[in-house]
């Protein structure tokens, strides 16, 4: 069946508060061991090779020096800083229930500090407030005027060019924030640990290797889906995953649709993948949303069902903080689901 998607902006989904994880629920989540732990920031490292020239699509930013005060105004921008040993002096928030602007995994990083909160409406007054020496806004989706607006406050670094809206991979993030910050061999430090350890990760899962897979979701009162220029399936595709042929067929820059109740078996894979509020189980699922129980990938045992914040907002967010908690949560309930 080809489904006819509907499509719901960034922006849509932003001002419920859901941010990256749409519809993971609020709560915070407890009980996954802290990223702090398994990452190490680079703290020690010399920043070195300025000025810096960093090219993005409206051109190129120079970092004359090393920057002191960094303002982090994309969604996973500040993950990147924080995992340099660099604390932002401002973040985006993304979800109102994380009080000092980060994910649980991140906060101890912070080295006691809060951040200066924005919002997705960005604060150009307060951006301008903080006196940046360096703006990050590579996990967003500026335009030509918000980027000249920053700009005007400070060197600022925006998406890469020919990228999808909000679909910046993990390791071009890294890349960016890296060089610019003159952390270029920390930054490559953490690309290779990340690597090896989602390739040791589908090397350990050979079962995941060409098994189709698809990403859905409940967003107000829709049956929502995650394209295929997502940051949480380019993920899946680093494990060996490919998108089923509806998300592989898809040809628009969204990064999120939604299908209408007579469509929702264009989400059938090997694997379906849902994201869903706190206590949501599959006969709750179903219950609000009797049409998901005509996906055969539902009827027959391959639903896997994510209601925790932290596992989700870790998988959302595909950082190098992130990644090794995001795996903890799926791998094994993909590897059982799977058989």
């Known amino acids: 069946m080809t489904a006819v998607p509907r499509i719901h902006t960034r922006r849509d989904l932003l001002r419920t508060g859901l941010l990256v994880a749409a519809g993971a629920g609020l ?3 407890c009980g996954t061991t802290s990223t702090a732990s398994r990452a190490a920031p680079s703290s020690g490292s010399v920043a070195t090779g300025f000025p810096i020239t960093t090219a ?3 051109g190129s930013t120079v970092t004359k020096t090393q920057p002191a005060r ?4 994309g ?4 993950e990147v800083l924080l995992a340099l040993g660099i604390v932002p002096i401002g973040v985006i928030q993304w979800i109102p229930e994380w009080k000092k602007g980060v994910s649980t995994w991140t906060e101890k990083l912070l080295e006691g500090t809060t951040p200066t909160l924005f919002q997705y409406e960005l604060d150009f007054e307060k951006a301008a407030s903080l006196k940046p020496d360096l703006i990050f806004n590579i996990g967003f989706d500026p335009d030509q005027k918000t980027y000249d607006t920053l700009t005007a406050i400070a060197p600022t670094v925006a998406p890469p060019k020919d990228t999808k809206p909000y ?7 890294t890349t960016m924030v890296s060089i610019a910050v003159g952390r270029k061999a920390d930054g490559e430090k953490l690309i290779a640990d990340t690597k090896a350890l989602l390739a040791k990760t589908a090397a350990d899962n050979p079962s995941f290797k060409g098994k189709t897979v698809a990403i859905g979701n409940v967003y107000q009162g829709e049956i929502g889906y995650y394209t295929k220029t997502d940051i949480r399936n380019q993920l899946l595709r ?3 995953f490919v998108d089923n042929k509806f998300i592989s067929g898809l040809t628009d820059d969204n990064f999120y649709g939604t299908l209408s109740p007579e469509k929702v078996d264009s989400l059938d894979a090997d694997l379906l993948i849902f994201f869903g509020e706190k206590d949501t189980t599959q006969a709750s699922l179903l219950k609000a949303y009797p049409s998901l129980a005509t996906v055969p990938a539902i009827k027959e045992g391959r639903l896997l069902l994510m209601t925790d914040t932290e596992e989700t907002m870790a998988f959302s967010a595909a950082s190098v903080l992130s990644i090794p908690i995001a795996l903890e949560a799926l791998v094994p309930r993909a590897r059982k689901v799977l058989g």
């Open 167 to 173: 679909g910046v991979a993990w390791e071009e993030m």
């Open 70 to 73: 960094v303002l982090s105004l």
């Open 56 to 58: 993005h699509k409206f």
């Open 27 to 29: 709560a915070a989540a």
């Open 238 to 240: 680093e494990l060996g």
């Open 75 to 78: 969604y996973t921008d500040h």
